[in-house]
């Protein structure tokens, strides 16, 4: 392989052999990790907004972030942590989630096929189809309240013990340097006292 294909190659990986994509997306998690972990509030709190965040998103619910964010006000809960709980849907999940969803909630009130591509060019299919509209969206929040709630208890309990963590961790950091910082004061003073002493000292010896 001449050497300049090799480097070529070696530049369009990042470290530790990792595609730039691959790379580029953990470090975007990561920060939204550390953001989410910054959040102000108690870890109930916090894990308390995630977990409704994380159920209007599985459902199929209208304005998702103002709905999160009522309920979390209402149970005094996280705002932005509910908020941060609904971007579990997204325009790249959302496909994937509904999908899943309707078909578990479509299973369970036995909804069979309801879309088809002649839906778009028959008039009596697409009517047919918007007649069972309403069964549509009952299947999708049947589903989405069943994958929605083992998604919000999973949620609170990672959110609850990472930012329990966090926290832990921070007040722990600020003591030892709180610390560091009181002996640091001492050792200032015992130096002035000693020196004080020294002179006191120098003065007595030199007076007649």
């Known amino acids: 392989m001449p050497p300049d294909t090799e480097t070529r190659q070696r530049s369009s ?27 102000r509030g108690t870890p109930r709190q916090i ?23 009522f309920l979390a006000a209402l149970f005094k809960a996280n705002k932005f942590a509910a908020a941060a709980g ?18 578990i909630g479509a299973s369970l009130i036995g909804l069979d096929k309801p879309f088809s591509l002649r839906a ?26 069943i994958v929605g709630v083992p998604a919000a208890v999973i949620g609170y309990g990672v959110s609850f013990r990472a930012v329990e963590k966090y926290q832990t961790d921070l007040k722990a950091r600020m003591a030892r340097q709180k610390e560091r910082l009181k002996q640091k004061i001492g050792r200032k003073r015992k130096k002035k006292t000693a020196k004080a002493k020294k002179k006191q000292r120098r003065r007595s010896v030199s007076d007649p």
Not at 50 to 67: D, E, K, R, Y
Not at 86 to 103: C, G, K, R
Not at 128 to 141: C, E, K, S, Y
């Open 120 to 145: 778009f060019t028959d008039l009596s299919a697409f009517v047919a189809m918007v007649q069972q509209a309403p069964r549509i969206f009952i299947a999708l929040f049947l589903g989405g309240a």
């Open 13 to 39: 990986l990042g470290k530790r052999g990792t595609p730039p994509d691959v790379s580029r997306m953990g470090r975007y998690l990561r920060k939204v990790y550390v953001r989410f972990i910054k959040i």
């Open 47 to 69: 894990a308390g907004g995630m977990a409704i965040g994380l159920f209007i998103g599985f459902t199929p619910t209208l304005f998702q972030i103002v709905m999160a964010v």
């Open 86 to 103: 609904v971007m579990i849907t997204n325009p790249l999940t959302a496909p994937f989630i509904y999908s899943v969803t309707y078909m």
